[in-house]
């Protein structure tokens, strides 16, 4: 199923497993998404992860054991989500979630490809680095 652009997805089901590693989300058009933590983290819409353009997004490794632990509700179109590294700076948008969910296979292929190719894993975190965003270097925190 390809929705259209502009189709809006509403959660019916907003659950985080008992050991915080997966959150189920279910919707109006009948779809349901097991999405693991690591998934959420590295694919954050925050700054952080994202950048301010294309060209800046950032691939993270070290990510294979981060928990969720919260889900906060943001207004009735997103879900704010607090990892235990800390990270609580994306908004994932209701549209988003159905996206990652939807396009899992493809996207995890992709990471674990980009990982690779810059010589990261998913056990190890690779050193910050000074300045840039998430030190607060960016301007956006």
Not at 11 to 36: C, M, N, Q, W, Y
Request: proline fraction near 6%; hydrophobic fraction near 35%; glycine fraction near 12%.
């Amino acid at each position: 199923m390809n929705p259209a652009p502009d189709q809006e997805f509403w959660p019916t089901e907003l659950r985080l497993s008992p050991d915080k590693r997966i959150l189920t989300v279910g919707f109006e058009d009948g779809t349901h998404f097991a999405l693991p933590a690591e998934y959420l983290r590295v694919s954050s819409p925050s700054a952080e992860v994202q950048g301010h353009s294309p060209a800046e997004r950032k691939v993270l490794g070290g990510k294979r054991n981060v928990a969720i632990l919260a889900v906060e509700p943001v207004g009735n179109y997103a879900v704010k989500l607090t990892f235990d590294d800390r990270h609580d700076t994306g908004l994932y948008g209701w549209g988003y979630l159905h996206e990652l969910g939807r396009n899992y296979v493809r996207r995890w292929e992709t990471y674990l490809g980009e990982l690779a190719a810059r010589g990261l894993d998913r056990d190890t975190i690779a050193p910050a680095k000074s300045g840039g965003c998430g030190s607060g270097g960016c301007g956006c925190h």
